[in-house]
Structure formats: C-alpha cells, structure tokens
C-alpha cells in the first residue's frame, strides 16, 4: 500500500453551509441581575406581596351538626390497617357511594355496606325483623 501523506480537500465553501462553517462575528450575551450587589436583610423580603385567595371563605370542618346523641362518633375505630386498605378500595366498587360527594367516613362507609347487605341479601321478612331489632336497639341508647 503507498502511503498517502496528502489529502486533497476542496476549500470552497457551499453558500448554503457557509454560516455554519465559517460563523461570523460573535455577539458577547450579558446577563443583568437585578440588586446583584445588595447583601442586606431586605433583599430577602419581597416587595410585592401576594394576593391571597379566599381560603377564609371557604367552610371547613363538620357542615352539618350532629343534634342526635345516638349518631354522634364516640369510640375510635380500632381496625388493622389491612382492613383500612381494603375498605378503601372497596369505596371504588360500592355503587351506593358512586354519587356521595366529599370525604367518604368510615361510619358512612359502614352504615352503607350494612344497608346494601340488609336490602340486597335478606329476604322480605327477615329485613323487617332485622329492622324492628335496629329501632329497638336505638331506643334504647
């Protein structure tokens, strides 16, 4: 093989390709930072302050006064966070509570269970029966 120790290169430029290979004159960026040289206290505090939304107006806590003594939640829920889950995925799938909007509690989650059970599963007779022992139960509380 001979070795070649010259290449032959055409130096003419394509005018197509000419600004890419042959860039021009360089323009220096600068960048201005605005109180680049405060190093006080109140460089830290903004000048503006913001506009704050309406969170005031919004309610928060119970919407609706529980008068009833017999319905107001006394005991903590003492229940194994496997349970929590589950009941929590199972929120998704109870059509009951597909049109309950807000925070779905885990009273309202319960009493809808139990009604679906007692209405769906139950036959005439025993729901009545059932649900003259609830009204006796609360009549007693």
């Not at 109180?35 to 609706?64: C, D, M, Q, V, Y």
Request: aromatic residues 6%; proline residues 4%; glycine residues 4%.
């Amino acid at each position: 093989m001979s070795e070649r120790k010259e290449f032959n290169v055409d130096t003419k430029v394509d005018t197509e390709y000419a600004g890419l290979l042959q860039p021009g004159i360089k323009k220096k960026k600068s960048v201005s930072i605005r109180g680049e040289n405060e190093f006080g206290h109140s460089s830290l505090i903004n000048k503006k302050p913001k506009a704050t939304t309406s969170a005031a107006s919004k309610k928060r806590g119970r919407p609706i006064e529980i008068t009833d003594e017999r319905f107001k939640v006394t005991k903590p829920k003492k229940i194994s966070p496997a349970l929590e889950s589950k009941l929590n995925v199972l929120q998704d799938y109870v059509e009951e509570l597909q049109s309950v909007q807000g925070r779905i509690t885990f009273e309202k989650l319960i009493d809808t269970l139990s009604e679906a059970y007692i209405t769906q599963k139950l036959g005439v007779a025993k729901e009545e029966h059932l649900r003259e022992e609830i009204k006796d139960a609360f009549d007693k509380l």
